[in-house]
């Protein structure tokens, strides 16, 4: 049995069992091994940044790691900018890099890198194996890694030599993690009076809680208390939907933020960071946590937040009837104009029972979370770590941990160009996603922040750089090109019926908004 | 004047002109700077790699630094593969990398990220500019450095404040660095008797010296020493054509290399590495040069190798009249069957004088080079790093670099896909660009790989990764959702008529090559 081998039996009696991949010549033993060694799935992306996002969104939906297998330096980098999401999401995945053999990374082949300088930035942990003896262990420790709450990125990198020798020896067993650890009853009887003080207050939630049952917990702590409840703004997942506790989204702009919570006087962080500013501006604050505000912190992401918010319930005696919650409520099926409303309503109206949504609508989507609150119960994946191109292979992602599932793709034109390739895995992979493109036709989230940071006028050089138009893009064209069946709707009525027509069908669809 | 501001002029008086871009929030400052200053001319492309891979066919064709711009670590990250291969090329590039404001960089906002750490591994000069006292400074230090023989990529990480902040003041004055430095009389004539002792010798040339003039001068030398002249398999530029000198350029797997240069006893080289494998196998050898043989470093790639070679062709007293060129002779128009040879008969047919060829045809293009020796003057460009997706964007920098000149992209599908964005790009700057893609639905190249290094078995895992068929990308599709005018060709008649058009005309085309 050869390194690639021993690692692939190793990863595979871990659990982990598929693999998004663009291989090249240094992976090749890798690839083999999938073949030799049974229980791990090869899926194909065209670019490495489809590769990642799978990962991330297999990730969110499964809370286990998928692996991927990617090619030296060039190969990381180009699905770097999805891991920086995932890292962001706190998503596990186990990264495998194929390095150069040890012997030939002095002769600076051309592509020679140094890969750990720019794994680092994207990865919790990095290891790379120079010794075949040694590569089962450090799979199992990306395997440890990964699944280290609250999930973590692992990159392994693995030189060709090492995977071609023998003697990688019998693959390690696999031992399961010890569980997030418990927060002490000194912290939560701490916070359980200082809510219950009754001084303003914000319990701010992230990660893990945002479960149907941590957001239950929330609610009702909450109402009980006279708290007010609110979710991170991009949060790797939240449950939402009718008989779903109610809870408030942060907005995106600092200075909402700092609106929202100008008379809180103390905050409760669950898994969540206290709110900054996604962006600097001129003469903004970064730090939005109003002055002579004081923080407590119930959970840290690492830790047990749904054993703590029990915890908590308790302590404070939150009944279980102050739990409130959406009510059962869709918006009329529109008709007429399509715009960012309309769009909204017709999603609202007709998205399934137990859909998957990835988000990255960005400008387009104000209104589909409120359209959206009272549909059928359902999964919210946001863009964590504010770089475009996550949503398509999210979605890619979310669909193979769960087939069983609608996954709907609310994309903003701009940034579906970032990852345009993995309409082509939705299509091989037969996988049911609909994807939703807003074409407006520029980078409109530009034309905001332009403003924002104080700039007055659009010149040329500025309108060029922002604008989508001149040619527009057809993505009808281009979902047909790699194989994705696809339509375009200019009136309300139209996109009713071809979502309609998607979320009756199963298998890859785009439908092309037009703005 | 604000930091952009002083930083844009600082580069325009310096000789930027161009900054090819995909910018986010933290760059506004800077695009509008684009806009206040004259001269510097802002190029979207729609995804990183995109921006990157024109910075470096710019610098390929011009021996200027283009600027790029990008926003913070992902937006560095999506163009790293081709900042990789610029690196290899010893392009020179300005890279802008927009950072969050130096005090919001604490508060680890969802785009904070290690930047140097990731720039670090594909840039010879990098720095973060903390200080807006400092922004003009560092903007002429990046252009040094870009400039620094023979071409370099330089890194400024630029936060968003010092873009924002007054008090830059003037921008320095930009102050022409030393040529490249000259190679010494004792190395040139220790070269020359060296040359002159007889013993089978190998010129092996790189970089500079491929230009008209350096081949010459290498070919000259070559005959009357009776040595062999070789360029690098994967050559920044390579000047090639009818009444052009001839040179053999190494094969791209190691054992052909060895087996070409078994006899040798001394190499001189010419800028360039002595020969390594590009991947390193079981039981084959990465270092290529024979054992026993000597090499001698004629110019190193920092010095002026175009002298070295005029003052060694003078010490070996190299005769004008030794000079061996490229006869004038075009292949015949090809007919019938459409396949790898038939396709490179036509483009060796059919390209006008002066064409500028963006090779990234890695399989199917082996019978590029000997069909197109003998046609009129053209520059070739080659996969320098070996990270795919450069052919595309490659085009769109040479054709905005030398817009009087045709530009034909010989474009593997599979490389194709991970930059397939550049086609929009050409579309909006209206580049006379003809890109043709071969249709071989696989990473051909990974099929032989797979071979290669001792795996026999192609195992369903195996073939899922190296086929690009089910589905069948429709490049055609893919090109008009774009913008580009795009015909499919399947016999040899149809490529001819397709081609003899796209050389008749202006503006962007594509053509796909079913294979």
Same mark, same amino acid.
């Given at each position: ?26 992976? %090749? ?42 090619? =030296? ?6 699905? =770097? ?44 942990? +990095? ?15 990306? +395997? ?21 020798? #023998? ?199 104000? %209104? ?12 919210? %994946? ?89 040619? #527009? ?43």
């Amino acid at each position: 049995m050869n390194g690639a081998e021993s690692l692939v039996t190793s990863l595979v009696n871990a659990g982990v069992n598929i693999c998004f991949t663009n291989p090249g010549t240094s992976e %090749m033993h890798f690839v083999a091994a999938l073949d030799k060694v049974d229980g791990m799935r090869a899926v194909l992306g065209l670019f490495e940044g489809v590769v990642t996002g799978a990962a991330d969104g297999y990730g969110r939906m499964t809370g286990e790691p998928a692996a991927t297998l990617l090619h =030296l330096g060039p190969g990381l980098g180009n699905g =770097l900018a999805n891991l920086h999401n995932a890292k962001k999401a706190r998503s596990p995945i186990i990264n495998i890099i194929g390095e150069h053999a040890t012997y030939h990374r002095k002769y600076n082949a051309p592509l020679q890198s140094d890969i750990q300088s720019i794994a680092a930035p994207v990865s919790d942990w +990095v290891k790379t194996c120079d010794d075949p003896k040694q590569i089962t262990k450090h799979g199992i420790e990306a +395997v440890h890694a990964a699944l280290t709450p609250p999930g973590q990125v692992a990159t392994l990198i693995l030189p060709a030599d090492v995977s071609w020798s #023998d003697g990688a020896g019998i693959p390690e067993k696999f031992v399961d993690l010890p569980e997030a650890p418990i927060v002490s009853p000194k912290r939560v009887a701490e916070i359980a009076k200082a809510l219950q003080k009754g001084d303003p207050s914000a319990i701010l939630m992230d990660g893990a809680s945002l479960s149907e049952e941590g957001l239950a917990l929330g609610n009702r702590i909450a109402n009980h208390t006279g708290a007010k409840l609110y979710c991170d703004t991009f949060s790797r997942r939240l449950a939402r939907g009718a008989g779903r506790a109610k809870i408030s989204r942060l907005p995106y702009f600092g200075e909402s933020i700092m609106d929202k919570l100008k008379d809180i006087k103390q905050f409760i962080l669950v898994g969540a960071k206290p709110p900054v500013s996604f962006f600097a501006y001129p003469d903004k604050p970064s730090w939005l946590v109003p002055d002579g505000c004081t923080i407590h912190t119930l959970a840290e992401p690492s830790q047990n937040s749904i054993q703590a918010l029990k915890d908590l319930a308790a302590a404070v005696n939150a009944p279980e009837d102050s739990l409130a919650v959406y009510e059962q409520e869709r918006p009329e099926l529109p008709t007429g104009k399509l715009d960012i409303t309309t769009a909204a309503q017709a999603v609202g109206a007709l998205m399934p029972e137990n859909a998957i949504i990835s988000d990255e609508s960005n400008t387009s989507g104000l %209104m589909f979370l409120p359209m959206t609150k009272g549909a059928p119960k359902h999964d919210w %994946m946001f863009l964590t770590g504010g770089s475009i191109g996550q949503g398509l292979p999210l979605s890619v992602g979310a669909s193979i941990a769960c087939p069983d599932r609608k996954v709907i793709c609310l994309e903003a034109d701009g940034s579906a160009m970032y990852t345009i390739q993995a309409l082509w895995t939705m299509a091989r992979e037969n996988l049911d996603v609909t994807t939703i493109i807003f074409s407006n036709r520029s980078y409109a989230i530009l034309q905001v922040e332009f403003a924002r940071v104080g700039v007055k006028d659009l010149g040329k050089n500025a309108n060029s750089v922002m604008s989508l138009n001149s040619p #527009d893009i057809d993505f009808v064209n281009l979902a047909t090109g790699m194989g994705v069946k696809a339509t375009r709707s200019e009136t309300a009525d139209e996109f009713v019926e071809q979502l309609s027509d998607a979320m009756s069908e199963k298998g890859p669809r785009l439908i092309e908004v037009v703005l």
